[in-house]
Structures are given as C-alpha cells and as structure tokens.
C-alpha cells in the first residue's frame, strides 16, 4: 500500500516537472495530492487525509489552473538554458531531501516506534484536532485568521484596477 | 486501514467505469472519420479561436475568495464537533477569527471585487 501511494506520488510530481503541457501538468499535481492523501491514511491521519484532498485537489488546484488559463503559456519561450542555476537548484534538492531524511530518522516519535513491541500512535480524529488547535495552538489559529484576511486583501489589492 | 476499502472501491470503479465506456464504445461503433466529424464540437457553432486564450484577472479574485472560505470552512469543522467542550471560551476564540473574516468580506464586498464589471 505505501509503495503504490508513494509511486503517485513520486510519478505524479515527476510528470508535473517534466510536462511541456501545463494543463496536463496541473493534471499530475493532481495525481500527487491524491497520492499523498493515500499516504496520510496509511499515518492513521484521515483528517489531513480529507484536508489534502478537500483544501490541495479542490481549491489550490482551481487557483492553479486559473493562473495558468490566465498566463496563457502555450506561448512561452522554449526553455532558456540556465545552467547555474539546473546544478544549484540539484544541489539544493540534495542538501534538503538529505536533511529531511536526517531528521525523521532523528525524530523521537520514530524511535519511540523502533522500539520492539511498542504502542502505534493514536489515529488523529477531528476531535483531538479540535482540542489541540483551540487550546494549544490558539495564537496560531487567530493568525490563520489574519493571514487569510491579508490574503483577500491581498487579492482585492492585485485585481482591482480602481481601489 | 479497516474500513477504508470501501473508499478505495469507489475510486477504482470511478477510474475503470469511463474506460470501459470509452473503449466497450469504440469497440461497437462503426468508424468513418470525416474532417467535419473530427472538428471541435463547439455546441454546434463553428470555432472562432483556439480554447486556450487568456482569460480575465478577475476569475483568479473568485478562485481566490473560494479558497479563502473553503480553507475558513475547514478550521469551522473541528470546532463544531467539540462546540460543547470548547465551551465559552473556544465560542469568544471562533468569533474572533470569524470577525477577522468578517471583516474581510465587508472588505471585499466595499471595494466591489463581488461584483463583475
């Protein structure tokens, strides 16, 4: 089951890189998204299992094909070579998927389940989700609040040509 | 992981149902393809341009506003299902965040950007 979702995922942003057509693009991110949903599932998360697909596949996709609708991109210039930038944006990538591995592996959640017979977490439900964010993560959740206010603001501020 | 496979069920047959259509249909019909048959059905309109032209700014403020409500949906959802333990409390946090948007709204809605010109 991890591999098949892990493979989505890993094809669906391969294929996003790497297809000319920003349609069909979009259409991959789409197929990655899924795939990490399917993952989230398999962490015993199905919250953010619904969220990956509810906030990811339904509205920041609908924000991404409108850019593109908007763009019109078809008309690009055929890729300019840049390649300073190919090897630093490679190494980059090395440098923070080592780091990422790294600290899993160094995480003590991972090595609490290491340990032979040990207890698997708890699946996160909406309840536990609902305790947490409005009694430890409060300041964290007014400032969503004020970020997605700065983000209407923000959108309003970029499309009006008449403010 | 109980309980999911019925999910994964309906994904499957709503991945393999338009296959099968599309190919069980290919495999019945008869086939003499013409240049007018091969044409963009465009609702029976002849095609002025290609599909892909710019569209307007102002769809990306929709697509905008709907991801802001539907992301202010989600942090709703966890709240209703502990309203009662939240109690006063969680109540007077939730309408601060809801006037943030509020606020927001009255916002958008001043500048005109819900209105289409």
């Known amino acids: 089951m991890f591999i098949t979702f892990a493979l989505i995922t890993l094809l669906g942003a391969l294929g996003m890189l790497l297809q000319k057509n920003v349609v069909v693009a979009g259409l991959c991110m789409v197929a990655a998204f899924f795939g990490v949903a399917g993952l989230f599932v398999l962490l015993a998360n199905p919250v953010a299992a619904a969220l990956q697909i509810i906030v990811y596949t339904g509205a920041i996709m609908v924000l991404v094909l409108f850019v593109i609708m908007m763009l019109n991109s078809h008309e690009e210039e055929a890729g300019a070579a840049r390649p300073v930038q190919r090897w630093l944006s490679l190494a980059l990538i090395a440098v923070l998927a080592f780091a990422a591995v790294k600290l899993v592996l160094a995480s003590a959640g991972l090595n609490a389940l290491a340990v032979k017979g040990a207890e698997m977490p708890q699946a996160m439900t909406l309840q536990k989700v609902g305790t947490t964010l409005f009694a430890d993560h409060l300041l964290g959740f007014e400032v969503a609040g004020l970020v997605l206010l700065a983000a209407m603001i923000g959108a309003v501020a970029l499309t009006k040509r008449n403010l | ?117």
């Open chain 2, 1 to 117: 992981m109980r309980g999911y496979a019925s999910i994964l069920l309906l994904i499957l047959v709503a991945v393999a149902l338009p296959i099968i259509i599309l190919n069980l249909s290919r495999l019945l019909r008869p086939s003499w393809p013409s240049a007018a048959k091969y044409a963009t059905y465009e609702c029976g309109i002849v095609t002025t341009n290609e599909a892909r032209e710019k569209f307007s700014v102002r769809y990306y403020l929709v697509a905008v506003m709907f991801l802001v409500f539907d992301v202010e949906t989600v942090f709703l959802m966890p709240w209703a299902i502990q309203m009662k333990e939240l109690a006063v409390f969680g109540f007077i946090e939730l309408g601060l965040f809801l006037f943030l948007l509020l606020f927001g709204y009255g916002y958008i809605w001043s500048k005109g950007a819900l209105t289409w010109e």
